[in-house]
């Protein structure tokens, strides 16, 4: 079945815009869920948890719940973790110290001094101001023999902390910056500080030239795993009666500190964030359709992993998803 096509005002359309359909009183509560999932033709695996207790797992293609998959900027949510973690443990000050504090190595000396002054929590949340490196832009930056001074370099199209600007190239200057502050590679960092606590594996992935891992792109985890994670979330950093991040960090993360021009829904630290009808609704994204929504009042985690190779705008696909958990999955749960 070929995927519905989307009006301009499903395009423009957030979360908050779209009615909640009265469940199925079908005996198989997931019955019409199921058949809609069937039908989209980028959905490799969903998952569904609600109170910490799987209630149904759906695999039409891929590899399905327990094998790995490219989850591409859902990464940036577990660089963000990462950065949560940090600062926990006193590797860096807080989220307003500023790259020339944490790691004054990474700035190349082309770079236009405001860059010394970027913060952590304008690379958390893709302000640091400086032109993109994602888009049109991405395929010249990955090419680039030093990825991190590449971003850095660049010009400022507006001022850190005035408005996001989606790039990869962000969120990658923050891992480095973390690798740099720990002495410690971002993969050590994610397998000791995230997987391990979350009994998740966390494999080797791709590393720019200078040998720091991609920070916000390209990680390779199992559907399950990002259930966990978005779990650990949504029980304010604890799993298993473990503090895995702190329950400040999990809220502060939550809150809306700008604003994506592309879907309009709100971004804190590495989650965008968003209405579906009365329910507030977090959720990480990756190209193709790498899902992790988490709807607290629900008690509600889901994870989506799809065809990697395929766009997923808020005006195609991704908008597909959006409407499949306010019209669909909510209902069935709420």
Not at 181 to 209: S, V, Y
Request: charged share 20%.
């Amino acid at each position: 079945m070929t995927q519905p096509r989307l009006n301009r005002r499903h395009l423009l359309a957030s979360f908050a815009a779209l009615p909640l359909a009265t469940p199925s009183l079908a005996q198989d509560r997931f019955a019409d869920l199921r058949a809609e999932v069937a039908g989209l033709d980028q959905i490799h695996t969903l998952l569904i948890s609600q109170s910490g207790q799987e209630v149904l797992a759906q695999t039409l293609r891929g590899g399905g719940p327990d094998r790995l998959a490219n989850v591409k900027s859902v990464s940036k949510s577990f660089v963000a973790a990462c950065l949560g973690a940090a600062l926990d443990r006193g590797v860096v000050a807080d989220v307003d110290s500023p790259l020339a504090h944490v790691a004054p190595s990474l700035i190349p000396g082309s770079a236009d001094p405001r860059a010394a002054e970027i913060t952590l929590e304008d690379l958390v949340t893709l302000q640091a101001g400086l032109e993109r490196t994602s888009g049109a832009n991405y395929g010249q930056w990955v090419s680039s023999r030093n990825w991190v001074a590449d971003a850095l370099a660049r010009d400022f199209v507006r001022e850190p902390g005035a408005g996001m600007l989606y790039s990869t190239g962000s969120t990658h200057i923050l891992g480095a910056a973390l690798s740099v502050a720990a002495d410690e590679t971002l993969l050590r960092l994610m397998r000791d500080w995230i997987g391990r606590p979350l009994g998740i594996e966390i494999p080797a992935w791709t590393r720019d030239p200078q040998g720091y891992y991609l920070g916000g792109n390209e990680m390779a985890i199992t559907p399950r795993a990002m259930l966990r994670f978005g779990e650990m979330y949504r029980n304010a950093g604890m799993y298993q009666g473990e503090q895995i991040l702190p329950a400040d960090w999990v809220r502060e993360s939550w809150v809306a500190r700008t604003r994506s021009p592309f879907s309009r829904h709100d971004y804190g630290y590495g989650w965008f964030l968003a209405q579906a009808g009365d329910y507030r609704v977090a959720y990480a994204r990756g190209y193709g359709g790498q899902m992790i929504y988490v709807v607290p009042e629900l008690e509600l985690t889901v994870a989506i992993t799809s065809d990697p190779t395929r766009p997923a705008r808020s005006g195609g696909y991704g908008g597909v998803l959006n409407r499949l958990l306010a019209q669909s999955i909510i209902p069935a749960l709420a």
